[in-house]
């Protein structure tokens, strides 16, 4: 389990650290927020994604540092918060799996629906 958590916890950092890198590059390139469209919806949806990240890392590390202290006998008490941690990131998952299945499939339609919430 403290394994599985290391991986996540990994894992997730090493994405908003890359996606920093990123948004660097596409500055020093001359792409910002106000570029185009394509640009703000991407630095906003992957920002709101961060956001996302930062959330579940913070119950993360609320759930490691516990589970670090334990003995591998003890971890066992620990399963209703292991459990709500692996709970939200599946959530988190399905949710952006399913939100930019959306985005790709009826791109033309969320666009348009986007014009007409603003005009």
């Known amino acids: 389990i403290k394994q599985n958590l290391i ?37 906003f949806f992957t920002a709101l994604h961060g956001v996302h990240l930062l959330g579940g890392l913070f119950f993360w590390g609320k759930i490691f540092s516990k589970i670090n202290k334990l003995k591998t006998n003890e971890i066992i008490h620990e399963k209703k918060s292991i459990d709500a941690l692996s709970l939200y990131w599946t959530f988190l ?17 969320v666009i348009e629906f ?4 603003l005009g």
């Open 7 to 43: 991986t996540v916890g990994a894992l997730s950092y090493l994405f908003l650290l890359l996606q920093l890198l990123l948004w660097y590059q596409l500055m020093i390139d001359g792409n910002y927020v106000s570029t185009n469209t394509y640009f703000s919806s991407f630095y």
């Open 93 to 109: 998952l399905i949710v952006w799996i399913v939100f930019f299945l959306i985005m790709y499939v009826f791109n033309d339609a």
């Open 114 to 117: 986007c014009r007409t919430l």
